[in-house]
């Protein structure tokens, strides 16, 4: 039988991969409280169906492997820096897809845990690629604490930060983060920043949140919203912008998660150059026909209307609905 392996071994090897922040759960909890995504499922999950259908798969964190005798839990800074114009895109996005960047981040510690030992321990790495609830795992580990902003906070390095999980048969010791206290005080700067008036009791009314309507709304987006979104085009960092405990945040873990474009390079972007122009990055998820509805209605909430037109003409089906919607073009 392997003795635990120290805390400071894993540390090390995370170290060397840009990872920062980290917890152990040891044993992994089997199952985890179901208030928090029985509310999300109750306040409407718009498009995304998944949730639902993966609600149990959430609720155990082992199903993904059983044989888990720990869970190693891992943050990795973005850049905190805008790095866009007036249209605006989510700093997590700035740079190449973190989905698979830190993904194989987890995977070489793993892999490297297994080498130094000689045992060839299963391990199961995800980033919001499984059904698996990374930000409640991390408040368990204690790498910070839920805010008003429905995010994990932590005192030292804020929130510009993503969540990634290992599973793993190695028996690694377990080790407590030590900042699960709630820190959000009497500050409600978040809910007040929010432009759509998202965030109620600590969580984010989905359908209403300009993230899940630029990221997963697969359709028009309801005039009413649309004209409070401010510029952004792919996601809203709004209340993590709001949040003081952000002043705190340092660079990015890793290079290709930094980068910048401005509103210029954004709007040139065509059907032709899409693939190409984001290649790599996480925006190419939503496509093209999307992308230009978001900057339809990013245009439309900064009031650059003369600068609709191109799109509308370009005819996509959905941009046309879009300017329907936004009154931008009469029916008929
Ligand atoms: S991401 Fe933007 S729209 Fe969504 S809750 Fe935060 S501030 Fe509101
Ligand atoms: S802005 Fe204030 S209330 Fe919102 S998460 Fe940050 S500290 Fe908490």
Redesign the pocket.
Known sequence: MTASIRFAEISALCAAEGLQALAVLAPPPQELDAAGIDALLADGIGDMGWLKRTRNARLHPLTMLPSARAILLAALPYQPSPGCGELRRARYAAGKDYHNLFRAKLARVGDALASRHQIDWQTRAAVDSAPLNERTLARLGGLGWI???ALL?SPETGSYRLLGALLTEAPLAAHQAGHAQDR?GS????ETRCPTAALVGRRVLTERCISYLTIEHQGVIPRALAERFAGWWFGCDL?QE????NRFAGPAGDPRLTGSEDDRTVLQVDADAFDRHFAGRAIRRIGYPRFRRNLLVALFSLGRRAECAPLITEGLQLVVEQALELGLIAVG
């Open positions: 805010g008003r902003n906070i959000c500050c409600t700067a978040c209340c709001a949040c003081p405990w």
